[in-house]
């Protein structure tokens, strides 16, 4: 890891945890519990959100032996429910189901969210979107701020090597001076906080 860069859970995370993020509803807040994993590779952490819902981290990648319906590719993601899962990642078509029921109106979600929002599927696109028009991006300033604090929390956790727990209103470690330290660095001569 190089942490001076950002990397870590924070790596291939910030893709991640944001599109799991937005399917939660929480792109304006982050995870509240982190429970370490016992590893070395994030491999199983949890971040729980204060609706009650987890994020389960999976670093080594799928499928897991044993384990049908887990993505293949980069940037992958699991989505679990009620009515059974859903997995996707890059450069697929349509994703990947525990029912075909799950897919039977696909179409026309994606019809009505594009003209709902007036936003293409792809992230660049709504990017350069968003700089001819001045209108801000979905993965905008606060959507980011707010997953990317999930991503480093998560790395704090991992860090630490234990448990903690984040106040995503006050942006601090409750109660927790040594979490809280690893909030920022140090920095050098002539830059001051």
């Not at 044993?66 to 993601?77: K, T």
């Not at 660049?124 to 993965?139: E, H, K």
């Not at 999930?150 to 790395?155: D, F, G, I, K, Y």
């Amino acid at each position: 890891d190089y942490h001076d860069f950002g990397t870590g859970v924070a790596g291939w995370g910030s893709h991640t945890i944001c599109q799991c993020q937005s399917a939660l509803g929480a792109l304006t807040t982050s995870a509240v519990d982190y429970v370490y994993p016992g590893n070395d590779d994030a491999d199983g952490l949890i971040c729980r959100f204060a609706s009650g819902i987890k994020l389960v981290l999976n670093a080594q990648g799928w499928p897991k032996a044993g384990e049908p319906g887990m993505w293949r590719g980069s940037c992958g993601v699991r989505y679990e429910g009620s009515d059974g899962w859903v997995a996707i990642a890059d450069a697929y078509a349509r994703p990947e189901v525990s029912s075909p029921s799950l897919l039977r109106e696909f179409d026309t979600l994606i019809r009505n969210y594009q003209a709902q929002t007036n936003r293409p599927l792809h992230h660049i696109r709504d990017f350069l979107q968003g700089v001819r028009s001045r209108r801000p991006c979905i993965a905008n300033e606060m959507v980011m701020h707010r997953t990317m604090s999930t991503n480093h929390v998560a790395n704090i956790c991992m860090l630490l090597k234990r448990n903690v727990t984040w106040d995503p209103v006050k942006e601090e470690f409750p109660g927790d001076p040594e979490a809280n330290r690893m909030r920022s660095r140090a920095r050098r001569e002539p830059w001051h906080t």
